[in-house]
């Protein structure tokens, strides 16, 4: 499932009910944290791609076939822009620049890839509230920066090396 996104900060809003909307009947409930944490995403995510870049975007959603205790679901935006994500340390009286800081927290994993039109990010979120539980007890997600072949990072300590 995909959805194309205008470099417009309305797109932001329609990205959100366009997810809502393909959890209906997948077996995640509107109510559940994986939903509740997807569509705070796919928020960041988009928000990214059109405040950075201002370029068209795609907002990719993969959810499996059957949802059980175990399922992974895959969140991506591919845009046109070759520049890489840079993960900022927002002071306290910044009104952005936490975007990522929310992704490496919230997500399992995450990471970004090049590719010849511009970049692809993602992140993967396991409906399996154990490791959700493991992963919060790490600190996030693992991180994964650059194209194949790139170096992989856990956690906050990530933001310290790029």
């Given at each position: 499932?995909?959805?194309e996104?205008?470099?417009d900060?309305?797109?932001v809003?329609r990205?959100r ?7 209906t009947?997948?077996?995640?409930q509107a109510?559940e944290?994986?939903?509740?944490t997807l569509v705070?995403?796919v928020?960041?995510?988009?928000t990214?791609?059109?405040?950075h ?5 795609v907002l990719r959603l993969?959810l499996p ?9 895959r969140?991506e ?9 840079v993960?900022?340390c927002?002071d306290d ?10 992704v490496d927290?919230l ?9 010849s ?6 992140c993967?979120?396991?409906r ?9 007890s790490c600190?996030g ?7 194949a ?6 956690g906050?300590a ?5």
């Amino acid at each position: 499932m995909q959805l194309e996104i205008r470099p417009d900060p309305a797109e932001v809003g329609r990205a959100r009910r366009w997810a809502r909307s393909r959890l209906t009947g997948s077996g995640i409930q509107a109510d559940e944290p994986l939903a509740e944490t997807l569509v705070l995403l796919v928020s960041e995510l988009v928000t990214n791609a059109v405040v950075h870049t201002g370029r068209p975007a795609v907002l990719r959603l993969s959810l499996p076939p059957a949802v059980t205790e175990e399922a992974t679901v895959r969140l991506e935006v591919a845009d046109r822009s070759g520049r890489a994500p840079v993960p900022r340390c927002a002071d306290d009286d910044a009104t952005g620049g936490r975007g990522l800081a929310l992704v490496d927290g919230l997500a399992d994993r995450w990471g970004w890839s090049v590719e010849s039109t511009g970049k692809r990010i993602w992140c993967e979120l396991d409906r399996c509230a154990k490791s959700r539980e493991v992963a919060a007890s790490c600190g996030g997600g693992a991180v994964a920066y650059g194209d194949a072949g790139g170096t992989a990072f856990e956690g906050l300590a990530a933001y310290e090396a790029v």
